[in-house]
């Protein structure tokens, strides 16, 4: 009986993979597909900058929750006139940078101001071109006047780009950071990885958890599979391996959660170039696209198809997918109307990540069907992708995924890389970007929505879900993305 008993036991074990070991129950190592290339979130636009510094190293007035709602940070609270136009903000006491530096009311007027210079970078300097003025009658208030009114204001106000600066650490943010945050830098192995090491100044009393911090750049997602099952990292927010995602929902070594992104898979045309300044070549394109074989060959069924740039976790969002659906027949006869009925060439500069490269080549296939041949080129994200496509817009057609939520008023730029110009666009959006009643200002980017999907300026493909993975003893990540956030303050080890 013994030895029968023994024989089972060792068969169990046979059968029952391995543990994860942590990296250790004091320090956590995170993996992540693209590499910043700065770790300052105010001067430039690529995601993962976000992802490494906003709520580890920055923080601004007010950030998101995890379900979305503005709540306090650096203001521990504020009132808004009747108006609409005055923002009085009461700061949190005794916060400092990581160089010992008082954060007081003469940083946000700073931060902001520079934010909104004439020759500011920051990939959102339009959020801040509304203020009019900041006064600071003491240290712990700051007073924003806005020229007009500005409903989102503080919604704006919890985004990366809203961080709050020292000063005299701006000519080297982008390689060491120097902010109020939970976690200081404390190395950057280019090519690798960034350790951040715990704040022991930090503000908020027993916050963070961690003495230590690693997101390591890992691009290939096979590779990205192996360093989690190998134990070399301890999770993968944003698996970038949906086809290998099924086999970690097996392993109870791992926790694995489908969670909600604003990331919106689009495949952006160059309006203002001829063919695709004529839109009945955009919505041929757009009619070619089968969203729901998309989403099966590029991201193995993981995926909500959109109609529009407007993401189903956002406020106002509806799916006007049925506005311009598959329809290969008319995508033939819109082509022959606009003088292509022999067909065209294009091509997509895709930037070489695994989703939007797997993505242009079903395009790819698709548009052929109608006559259309879709030469692909890619593009090293972010530098090179950033310069040619988002600076010079030297391309015809491109696909990224946008991260950031309710951006709808992007096509509203006037020189935004679209190319796109509709002044009765333009009208909603700044009627929606001036109204506080959120009712009206959903019904509004309602309206923007539908002119999207009947103008096409991208072909709208899908909303990119968060796979998460990672050890089953780590809490306090959020499965979640309101924001282009790895927000690492609240994690732990459950034992």
Excluded at 6 to 20: D, G, H, N
Excluded at 98 to 104: T, Y
Excluded at 189 to 211: E, F, H, I, K, M
Excluded at 236 to 246: K, T
Aim: hydrophobic share 40%.
């Amino acid at each position: 009986m013994l030895k029968s008993l023994a024989v089972f036991a060792s068969l169990l074990a046979a059968m029952t993979p391995p543990a994860i070991a942590a990296s250790s129950r004091d320090s956590l190592t995170l993996g992540m597909p693209v590499e910043p290339s700065g770790l300052d979130p105010t001067v430039a636009a690529p995601t993962a900058i976000r992802e490494v510094t906003w709520g580890n190293l920055f923080e601004g007035l007010v950030t998101l929750d995890r379900d979305g709602k503005i709540v306090p940070l650096l203001a521990k609270s504020w009132t808004v006139s009747d108006d609409g136009l005055t923002y009085r903000f009461t700061l949190q006491p005794k916060v400092k940078f990581h160089n010992g530096i008082p954060f007081d009311a003469s940083i946000v007027k700073f931060s902001l101001d520079r934010a909104r210079a004439t020759d500011s970078t920051n990939a959102q300097k339009q959020f801040f071109e509304p203020i009019q003025s900041i006064a600071t009658p003491d240290p712990q208030t700051a007073v924003i006047t806005l020229k007009h009114p500005v409903g989102l204001f503080l919604y704006w106000l919890a985004w990366g780009d809203a961080a709050m600066v020292e000063p005299s650490s701006v000519a080297t943010e982008k390689t060491n950071p120097i902010g109020t945050g939970p976690f200081t830098l404390k190395e950057w192995r280019r090519g690798d990885r960034v350790v951040l090491a715990r704040n022991a100044s930090y503000w908020q009393a027993g916050t963070p958890r961690l003495s230590s911090v690693t997101f390591r750049f890992i691009g290939d997602p096979q590779a990205q599979a192996a360093a989690l099952k190998a134990g070399d990292i301890d999770g993968f927010p944003n698996f970038s391996a949906p086809e290998l995602f099924a086999e970690f929902q097996k392993d109870p070594r791992f926790t694995t959660i489908v969670g909600k992104t604003p990331r919106k898979l689009v495949a952006g045309m160059n309006c203002a170039k001829k063919p695709l300044d004529d839109v009945r070549v955009r919505q041929a394109l757009m009619s070619a696209i089968d969203r729901a074989s998309v989403i099966e060959g590029a991201y193995s069924g993981f995926g909500t198809p959109i109609g529009s740039h407007y993401a189903p976790s956002d406020p106002g969002y509806l799916d006007l997918v049925g506005v311009m659906p598959h329809d290969s027949d008319k995508a033939k006869r819109l082509l022959a109307e606009a003088g292509y009925a022999n067909g065209l060439t294009l091509t997509i500069k895709a930037p070489q990540m695994a989703e939007t490269t797997r993505t242009s080549q079903i395009l790819q296939a698709m548009l052929a069907e109608i006559g259309v041949t879709l030469n692909i080129v890619s593009s090293e994200f972010p530098a090179q992708w950033i310069d040619d496509v988002f600076l010079k817009k030297n391309f015809e057609m491109t696909i990224i995924d946008h991260a950031e939520p309710m951006d709808i008023g992007i096509y509203a730029r006037p020189d935004y890389y679209f190319g796109y110009h509709n002044p009765a666009f333009d009208a909603l959006i700044a009627k929606a970007d001036g109204t506080s009643d959120e009712s009206e200002r959903n019904r509004l980017f309602g309206d923007a929505q539908k002119i999207l999907a009947r103008d096409v300026p991208a072909l709208y493909l899908f909303d990119l879900p968060r796979l998460n993975v990672w050890n089953k003893d780590l809490q306090g990540l959020w499965p979640d993305e309101p924001l282009p956030q790895m927000l690492v303050k609240d994690a732990g080890w459950i034992r």
